[in-house]
Structures are given as structure tokens and as C-alpha cells.
């Protein structure tokens, strides 16, 4: 049935082991410390669990260079306890999705020190290699201001090697089909050790053929289908959930005509028009993308996301519309990143809680399933102290105990917020629990919300007229169900008159507030929102007025 597609009504929390909790007082975190707070996670209403990489590394750049693909590093423990970890998640009806990091390995992993060893090694084809500098050897770099260089000299090797990121992340050669066997090799052990699926790193670049000096690369979607028909053949319901951050004209490369590409995929595009929507109080723009993004197969599902791991990144906004978040969210050059983006948590951005609770009621109510960062939840900050994307993976303030309950260690992966108003002593676990009206508390009733809402995973959805383009407003219709959601992006209040086609009388019943409005004698909706405000409404069938028809999507 097409009700046993699990993530169209998931609520997924995005963590990094290294940053949640330090159960063996190493500084790091690490499997035994996550699986003490499945509880916490549990209770928070998360059904499933997106892991940031955890196995072997040299860590130059937060565990996306890997060594080894079969294995946990030493310093968040062993292979026991993943599978301790997963035995534990399990119980508690919690998926787990893990990073499957394949555009590159780290310069430390044995297949490419043989690579470089000689032409005739068994890895040199399994990477990308040219004998001469190419021309394009500075350009297309992801990280720019930060990154050099895309290819670069290996003496041993006598050759430029390709790297789309840094130069110790050096690209697999996904032409090869040995290459790409072995990928299907470590996707299979991972999902026998029980992991739901995989968040696929990026996308768009593990499927270019890259080649020295050539303008454009060739884009191979076959290597999706292949990746995707392993996936299903292995475990029926594991998905792909994947990072492109493409135009929307491509999103249907990605998740496939006939829907046998990835089955999830963050909307970045629709994230950078809400924070400029947030920025500016202009719905419209988002509104055009949220239309843009409109059309997918019915298995395939948007990832709508806030902020995560990454800078917030803004380079598909226009240069007016980009300086307009800038100039809001990140004025300071110390705040911003490679020419494009704003390296802050959500909270010190928005800078006060009507604000964040706006967000996060418009993440949670867009088409899609909603993913949250680790440390949101409670409104954490960041520390600009720390280089380039550091500045938001601090970590997990449990407490007001020393290092912020996380670890008793004296130095730690990086180093808690200890001063300002996001200091652990004041934004932590343990106080917000306590606090009805906490962040934490809050987000936790609109995650049971979102989870009572399955319209939204699943239902056909349009756009509402509200008569202010400060006023975003859409409604949701399945199976006998409609759902209508209001959010005011400006600091002033709105009376918002809506024609839902309703008879007189029908009416409107607040899932957040103990109201229920009645349609008039000419079936419209009078609706008063605050500024900032969100309002959550159910109501009776609107399938048949909002779309022309009570047929139900397949």
C-alpha cells in the first residue's frame, strides 16, 4: 500500500555524534552516549535519526574524509556499539539513516595511497587523474575564498588529481563500475547492520564525469537508478534522501521520471526564498518557489529544513534578495561564508523567540517532511570564534553542569558556549524540561502536531489568497481531511478574510488554540493573526472546492 511509505510522515533529527553526547569522558561523543538520550529523542516525538559520518577519518573536515567505509571510528567507539546503538533505536520504533559519503574518500584511505603509487595500481582508475595541469585547475571549487584549486600535483603519482572539495578529499571515479560495486557493497553492509537508508552527500557531483578543462561535465542519472534499484533489492522500504541544491527545473533528474530516483531531497531552493521571507516579510518569492517545486511523483517527498549542518546557503537568491538576508541575519563579514552564505545557529539569527517559533511553525506546515538540527529544539546559539563551519556544531547543552552535561572531559571536540545569553547555563535540557512554556516544550507539541497532521506528508496541497503578501497562506486536502495554515511574516497584525468556498456556519477549528471560527452567509473565514503569528486550522472536505474534485492522490 502506499501508506507503507514511512517518510512521508517522519520527523527526522539530524545529529553529529561527535557533538551529542560523551558517555567515556574523552572529550568526544560518542554510540553509548547517543543511545543514553534515545529517551530523550523519543519523547521529543523523532521517529527517525540522520547521523552524521562516524567512521574511520583523519578528520580534517568534520568526518566527510573517510578512511574506511566499513567501520566506526575509535573515538565514538566500536562496531559493538553501533549495533548496541541500533538494537536500542529499534526498541523504541526510531529509523536510523546514516551519511553515505561516495564523491570522495580522504587522501589517507589505502585505495588512494595505492592509487598514487603507480599507473598500473589496482586503484589508479578509481580515481579521477590528468597528466598535465588542466586549465580549469582553479575553478568550480565549492568552498571558494577557503579552496584553491580543484585539481592538484601528487609527486608520488606524477599527476593532477581531481577534487571537487578540499585537496585531501580526493573524487572517486564513479565512470569505473568497480567503483560504483563497491558502493553498493557498503550501502549493503550498512543496511544488513540495520540503518533505514542513506542521506547521499553531494549528489550532483557523484554523478558528473569530470574531465581536465572540459566547460560542463556529463551528468549521469543512470548511477541514481543504479544506486536505487540496489537499495530496494536489499531493503524495500529503505530510501535515499538526497543533497542536491539544484534549480527546480532539474529536481526531476533526481528523484526520476517514474519515480525510481531518490525518494527524499532538501528543498533548498524553497529554504533560502523563506529565510528571505523571513528577512523581508515578502512572501511572494517563496510562494513562486513553493510552486516551482510543486510537481513530483507520488513516492518522491521534499526534506524542508531550517538550518543544519552547513552554512545557510543563499547563492540561488538574487544579489538584491541575498544582501536583503545579509543585511538581517548575517551583517557582520564574520558572519558570512564563501561569498554566499551566513554561518550562525537559527536562534542568535532571529534574535527572539516569536521569530523562531514563525520558522519552525512554517518548516513544520511546507509539503514535505520536516528535518531538524540537534540543538534547536532549545534554541542553541553558535561561536564565531571558531573557523568556517564550526561555528554551529558546538556541543549538545544537556545541563547546567560543567561542559554543559555533555562530557566530563576538560577539552572537548569543540569548545561549549559558555558566555552571552546562549551560554549552556542558560540554554540547556535540563531547565527547558522544566519550563511549560519552554522553546523545548513548544517543540515538542508542534512536532505532535505535525505527526497529527499526515495531510501534509501525503495530501495535494494549494496556496491561499489572504489578501497581504506579508501573509502566507495554504491549504492541504486528503482522504475526507483539509488542513489550513496562516503565517504572518510581518511585526503587524491582520484580519484575513478567506473564501474557501464553505457554506455558512462550517467551520474553521484551531489546533493550537481552544477557538473554532464559523464561516458567514457568504462562506468566508474572518481570521485575526498577531504579528509573527502562526495559525494551525482543521476543517471539513475542501478537496472538491480547492481542487476541483474529492479524488484522493494515488
Given at each position: 500500500m502506499i501508506e507503507d511509505l514511512w517518510?512521508k510522515n517522519?520527523?527526522?533529527?539530524?545529529?553529529?555524534l561527535?557533538t551529542?553526547?560523551?558517555?567515556n569522558s574523552?572529550?568526544t561523543?560518542?554510540?553509548?552516549?547517543l543511545?543514553?538520550?534515545?529517551?530523550y529523542l523519543h519523547a521529543?516525538g523523532v521517529d527517525?535519526i540522520?547521523?552524521?559520518p562516524?567512521?574511520?577519518?583523519?578528520n580534517?573536515?568534520?568526518g566527510?574524509?573517510i578512511?574506511?567505509?566499513?567501520?566506526?571510528?575509535?573515538?565514538?567507539?566500536?562496531?559493538?556499539?553501533f549495533?548496541?546503538?541500533m538494537?536500542?533505536?529499534n526498541?523504541r520504533?526510531i529509523?536510523?539513516i546514516?551519511?553515505?559519503?561516495?564523491?570522495?574518500?580522504?587522501?589517507?584511505?589505502?585505495?588512494?595511497?595505492?592509487?598514487?603509487?603507480?599507473k598500473d595500481?589496482?586503484h589508479?582508475?578509481w580515481?579521477?587523474?590528468?597528466e598535465e595541469k588542466?586549465?580549469d585547475w582553479?575553478?568550480?571549487?565549492?568552498?571558494?575564498g577557503?579552496?584553491?584549486?580543484?585539481w592538484?600535483?601528487?609527486?608520488?603519482?606524477?599527476?593532477?588529481y581531481f577534487?571537487?572539495?578540499?585537496e585531501?578529499?580526493?573524487d572517486?571515479n564513479m565512470?569505473n563500475?568497480e567503483?560504483r560495486?563497491?558502493?553498493?557493497r557498503?550501502?549493503?553492509f550498512w543496511?544488513?547492520?540495520?540503518v533505514a537508508?542513506f542521506?547521499?552527500d553531494a549528489?550532483?557531483f557523484?554523478?558528473?564525469?569530470?574531465?581536465?578543462g572540459k566547460a560542463?561535465?556529463t551528468m549521469n542519472?543512470?548511477?541514481?537508478r543504479?544506486?536505487r534499484?540496489f537499495?530496494?533489492?536489499?531493503?524495500?522500504d529503505?530510501?535515499?534522501l538526497?543533497e542536491?541544491?539544484v534549480?527546480p527545473?532539474?529536481?526531476?533528474?533526481y528523484?526520476g521520471?517514474?519515480?525510481?530516483?531518490i525518494q527524499l531531497?532538501?528543498?533548498?531552493?524553497?529554504?533560502?526564498?523563506?529565510?528571505?521571507?523571513?528577512a523581508s516579510?515578502d512572501t511572494?518569492?517563496?510562494a513562486k518557489?513553493?510552486?516551482s517545486?510543486?510537481?513530483?511523483?507520488f513516492?518522491?517527498?521534499?526534506?524542508?529544513?531550517?538550518?543544519?549542518?552547513?552554512?545557510l546557503?543563499?547563492?540561488?537568491?538574487?544579489?538584491?534578495q541575498?544582501?536583503?538576508?545579509f543585511s538581517?541575519?548575517?551583517?557582520?563579514?564574520?558572519?558570512q561564508?564563501?561569498?554566499?552564505?551566513i554561518?550562525?545557529r537559527?536562534?542568535?539569527?532571529?534574535?527572539n523567540?516569536?521569530?523562531?517559533?514563525l520558522a519552525?511553525s512554517l518548516?513544520?506546515?511546507?509539503?514535505?517532511?520536516?528535518v531538524?538540527?540537534?540543538?534547536d529544539?532549545?534554541g542553541?546559539g553558535d561561536?564565531l570564534s571558531?573557523n568556517?563551519?564550526?561555528?554551529?556544531?558546538t556541543?549538545?547543552q544537556?545541563?547546567s553542569?560543567p561542559q554543559?552535561?555533555?562530557?566530563?572531559?576538560?577539552?572537548?571536540v569543540?569548545?561549549v558556549?559558555?558566555?552571552g545569553?546562549?551560554a549552556y547555563d542558560h540554554?540547556?535540557?535540563?531547565n527547558?524540561?522544566r519550563?511549560?512554556?519552554?522553546?523545548l516544550n513548544?517543540m515538542t507539541s508542534?512536532i505532535?502536531l505535525?505527526?497529527?497532521?499526515?495531510e501534509?506528508?501525503w495530501?495535494?496541497?494549494k496556496l491561499?489568497?489572504?489578501?497581504?503578501?506579508?501573509?502566507?497562506?495554504?491549504c492541504?486536502?486528503w482522504?475526507?481531511?483539509?488542513?489550513v495554515?496562516l503565517h504572518n511574516f510581518?511585526?503587524k497584525?491582520y484580519?484575513?478574510v478567506l473564501?474557501?468556498n464553505?457554506?455558512?456556519g462550517?467551520?474553521?477549528i484551531?489546533l493550537m488554540?481552544?477557538?473554532?471560527?464559523e464561516?458567514?452567509?457568504k462562506g468566508?473565514?474572518?481570521?485575526?493573526?498577531?504579528?509573527?503569528?502562526?495559525?494551525?486550522?482543521r476543517t471539513g472536505?475542501l478537496?472538491?472546492q480547492m481542487?476541483?474534485?474529492?479524488?484522493?492522490?494515488?
Open positions: 517518510y517522519a520527523i527526522i533529527y539530524s545529529l553529529d561527535e551529542f553526547m560523551d558517555v574523552d572529550g561523543g560518542d554510540f553509548e552516549g543511545a543514553r538520550r534515545l529517551d521529543l527517525t540522520w547521523l552524521a562516524f567512521q574511520p577519518t583523519p580534517k573536515d568534520n566527510y574524509d578512511s574506511d567505509y566499513y567501520g566506526v571510528d575509535p573515538r565514538h567507539g566500536s562496531s559493538g556499539n549495533v548496541e546503538f538494537h536500542q533505536a526498541k520504533g529509523k536510523v546514516i551519511d553515505l559519503v561516495v564523491n570522495h574518500t580522504s587522501d589517507q584511505h589505502p585505495w588512494f595511497q595505492d592509487a598514487r603509487s603507480s595500481a589496482k589508479r582508475d580515481y579521477v587523474w590528468s588542466p586549465s582553479d575553478e568550480g571549487m565549492v568552498f571558494p577557503v579552496q584553491k584549486a580543484t592538484t600535483y601528487d609527486k608520488k603519482a606524477k599527476a593532477y577534487h571537487r572539495f578540499y585531501f578529499q580526493p572517486l565512470d563500475p567503483v560495486a563497491e558502493i553498493q557498503i550501502m549493503g543496511l544488513e547492520l540495520g537508508g542521506r547521499v549528489v550532483p557523484i554523478l558528473e564525469s569530470p574531465a581536465p560542463k561535465p542519472f543512470e548511477y541514481l543504479e544506486m534499484r537499495l530496494q533489492w536489499r531493503r524495500g529503505a530510501v535515499l538526497g542536491a541544491n534549480l527545473e532539474e529536481n526531476q533528474k528523484f521520471h517514474e519515480g525510481d530516483g531531497m532538501f528543498n533548498f531552493y524553497v529554504n533560502q526564498h523563506a529565510f528571505y521571507a523571513l516579510a511572494e518569492p517563496l518557489a513553493l510552486e517545486t510543486k510537481e513530483l511523483f513516492t518522491a517527498q521534499w526534506a524542508q529544513f531550517l538550518r543544519n549542518h552547513d552554512e546557503d543563499l547563492g540561488r537568491l538574487t544579489e538584491k541575498r544582501q536583503k538576508v538581517r541575519f548575517g551583517p557582520d563579514k564574520n558572519m561564508l564563501y561569498d554566499r552564505g554561518r550562525r537559527l536562534s542568535p539569527m532571529l534574535g523567540r516569536q521569530q523562531v517559533e519552525y518548516m513544520f506546515s511546507l509539503p514535505g517532511t520536516p531538524i538540527r540537534y540543538g529544539e532549545i542553541m561561536d571558531l568556517e563551519r564550526d561555528a554551529v556544531r556541543p549538545m544537556w545541563s553542569d554543559a552535561g555533555f562530557s566530563r572531559a576538560d577539552k572537548l569543540h569548545p558556549i559558555d558566555e545569553p546562549y540554554v540547556n535540557v535540563e527547558q524540561r519550563d511549560p512554556g519552554s522553546l513548544w508542534l505532535r505535525r505527526k497529527e497532521c499526515p501534509i506528508g495530501g495535494k496541497w491561499l489568497k489572504t489578501g497581504y503578501s506579508e501573509v502566507l497562506g495554504i492541504y486536502s482522504k475526507g481531511n483539509s488542513l495554515v510581518n511585526e497584525a484580519e484575513i473564501n474557501l464553505q457554506g455558512p462550517e467551520k474553521l484551531d488554540k481552544n477557538y473554532e471560527g464561516a458567514d452567509s468566508n473565514q474572518h481570521i485575526t493573526i498577531e504579528a509573527y503569528g502562526y495559525r494551525w486550522f472536505d478537496s472538491y481542487f476541483g474534485d474529492d479524488s484522493e492522490k494515488p
